[in-house]
């Protein structure tokens, strides 16, 4: 039996009128698992009206008590954890051991701006007077933000999002992705219901119909938006004549680099999973590989011997490594590209085909012969491959790096620390991952750079995204300034005829 689920809005079930159902797929299975309303504009505007209602109130709750309805969130999940991987894991296909991660991961963002939001980020600083003048630098919510978010991480992203836009005192209209709206709903009916009414809304529907609505909705001031550089160069273009406040992260063509002091099995290892947590769907998946020439059949063999171990399967079978793709024309993509880099001279050494079974999959990839012109080397890939290339020198690899118009992040292998110095300090890139890559780390900022968008979530970066700033110059003693005009005495005999 399909699910069916409706919109939520102003903590009330909102089907579809004019929209009509959007499916959505297990793509394990290809089986349509429920639908959710197509959202349309006007769906939109009831979620907006709801939330700047309560924007008012939402505003004016203590700071501490915003911090204990979060935390109640994270309990609320904990109780409904084995059902939410469940349903994460069918609707959005990677191994359960990842759903189970990204669940607890976005509790973790919860926890953690709950506890952020306490302290506020405003500022008294030394006044022109000090005797009887105050100057308050306030960090003020905007009021509602619109948070449009991908299918790949659907409730991480969105965790990164909503727990600092509601711990900064701002509410949120959600826009989920197509591919993974069961599970955002199911999350926010059953874990945020205790919140007042119109403080979080989840909007369903396309990018173009929902998404594009809550970016040209006058109230929303903000849009904190995850996503291809495509979707985000648009969202830019609508959202620019507005003014609008616009938190971007987007795409990414991340660097795994093979230092020349590297050991290079344990480098294999960490490619492996750099490049294939989540099938390769991550932004910061390692989609390029650079090794020292001389050490590229050594490597690439180890790579290619992990890899062809691993198993493909449905993210709820026990023994799964990789899921499905979530949609085939993802897949699609993927084998174009790979198919691309064959015809240019590149070699597979394992995968390189969809296997004969129901199901987006796609066999990971490990091809060498690479080279940089190649779209496998220039555009996002989003899937399991790992192409290999080979360079001579430090500075030359560097220069490489940075020749990708996206900059989200870059890993190097070494312990050579004048290596891994002049690594860190010549990338181009939101965040250096030294060895251990892909790890998050709450109290830091996570982003990219160039094309990638430059905003920044997690940390106190990403509570400061949903917080306006104000200064307010207070002077207690109201009486008339000796300064104020006019500048004259008033005696009309000075003044020139
Ligand atoms: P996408 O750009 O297709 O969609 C993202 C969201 O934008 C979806 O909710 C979609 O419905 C919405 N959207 C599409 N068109 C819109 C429009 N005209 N107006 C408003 N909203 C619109 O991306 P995706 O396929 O869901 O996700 C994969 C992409 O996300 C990859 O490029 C990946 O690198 C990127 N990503 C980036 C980060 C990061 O932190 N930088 C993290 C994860 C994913």
New binding site residues.
Partial sequence: MTMERAMWIDNAHVGPAEGGWIDSEDPATEEVLGRVPAGTAADVDRAVAAAQTAAEEWRYTAANDRAELLHEVVARSMGHLDELVELLTREQGKARPEQEEEVEWALTSLRYYAELGRNGLGRVIPSGEPRTQLNLVLKEPYGVVGA??????PLL?LSWKLAPALAAGNTVVI????LTSLVTLEWVERCFGHLPAGVVNVVTG???DA??A??RHPAVRVIA???????GQ??ASVAAPMMKHLHL????KDAFVVAHDADLEAAADAVTYAALINAGQV?TSAERVYVPAAARDEFAEAVASNVAALRLGPGLEAGTDLGPLAADRFRTKVDGHVADAVRDGARILTGGRAPERAGYFYEPTVLVDVQDRMRIMTE?T?GPTIPITTYDHLDEVISRVNASEMG?GATLRSSDPAVIKRFYEAVKVGTVWINDPLTDNYAGP???MKM??GGRELGPEGLETFLETKHVHWDLDPTPKEWWLPYHDGDDADVPA
């Fill in positions: 449009i978010i991908p299918w790949n991480y992203l826009k989920p992705s197509e396309t990018g173009p998404g594009e809550l970016v938006m995850t996503g291809s550089v495509a979707t648009h969202i992260e987007l795409g990414g932004c996002e989003f989200l996570f982003g990219g990638t968008g």
